[in-house]
């Protein structure tokens, strides 16, 4: 039976997300193509590799995990990327609020036999501009994105539950919006 992923995020303001947009842009008139290129600009809370007959459980567990969380501040503080050098993101700040909501929603979820074991948390959140880079293209890409200042402000209000196929080149859709606070 088919696989599909499931993705719960949080989406940036349309504002930010036509940078992150113009910026993978950039880097793919430098170096080419690379993984997340045309994925929707986002930040993983967690991910699932599951059949579509979950998608029920995903839902409910995701609600009763955002009980009680309110909305809060998330400060972007910069162009920065992992040590490995293949991927290069925009730095959420607010790490520790992310954390909190991300470990009670995936506690919920997973309070469900069938999805503990596929859910996969994010331990380091981080709003991708380019992922899977081999070293020349880091380099370009690094080039490209200087002096790699993205500074912004927004208000986290929602979550966003997302799915696709796990089939090459399927796009992800919109599933359910979860308000905060």
Same mark, same amino acid.
């Given at each position: 039976?088919?696989?599909?992923?499931?993705?719960?995020?949080?989406?940036?303001?349309?504002?930010?997300?036509?940078?992150?947009?113009?910026?993978?842009?950039?880097?793919?008139?430098?170096?080419?193509?690379?993984?997340?290129?045309?994925?929707?600009? *986002?930040?993983? +809370?967690?991910? &699932?590799?599951? !059949?579509?007959?979950?998608?029920? %459980?995903?839902?409910?567990?995701?609600?009763?995990?955002?009980?009680?969380?309110?909305?809060?501040?998330?400060?972007?503080?910069?162009?920065?990327h992992?040590?490995?050098?293949?991927?290069?993101?925009?730095?959420?700040?607010?790490?520790?609020?992310?954390?909190?909501?991300?470990?009670?929603?995936?506690?919920?979820?997973?309070a469900?036999?069938?999805?503990?074991?596929?859910?996969?948390?994010?331990? *380091?959140?981080? +709003?991708?501009? &380019?992922?899977? !880079?081999?070293?020349?293209?880091? %380099?370009?890409?690094?080039?490209?994105?200087?002096?790699?200042?993205?500074?912004?402000?927004?208000?986290?209000?929602?979550?966003?539950?997302?799915?696709?196929?796990?089939?090459?080149?399927?796009?992800?859709?919109?599933?359910?919006?979860?308000?905060l606070?």
């Amino acid at each position: 039976m088919p696989l599909h992923r499931f993705l719960l995020t949080i989406l940036p303001s349309p504002a930010l997300s036509g940078e992150v947009d113009r910026l993978k842009a950039l880097v793919h008139k430098r170096v080419g193509s690379f993984s997340g290129r045309n994925t929707v600009p *986002h930040i993983t +809370l967690f991910f &699932a590799d599951l !059949l579509l007959e979950c998608e029920r %459980d995903i839902c409910e567990g995701i609600a009763r995990g955002v009980v009680g969380h309110k909305g809060f501040p998330l400060h972007y503080d910069g162009i920065t990327h992992f040590p490995d050098k293949r991927t290069v993101y925009i730095d959420p700040v607010e790490k520790e609020a992310i954390a909190s909501v991300r470990s009670s929603i995936v506690r919920d979820v997973r309070a469900y036999p069938q999805l503990s074991d596929a859910v996969r948390e994010t331990e *380091h959140p981080h +709003l991708t501009i &380019a992922a899977g !880079l081999k070293p020349a293209q880091f %380099d370009g890409a690094w080039e490209v994105l200087a002096p790699h200042e993205c500074r912004m402000e927004e208000q986290v209000t929602e979550l966003v539950l997302l799915r696709r196929d796990l089939l090459p080149g399927a796009e992800y859709e919109h599933v359910r919006t979860f308000p905060l606070g």
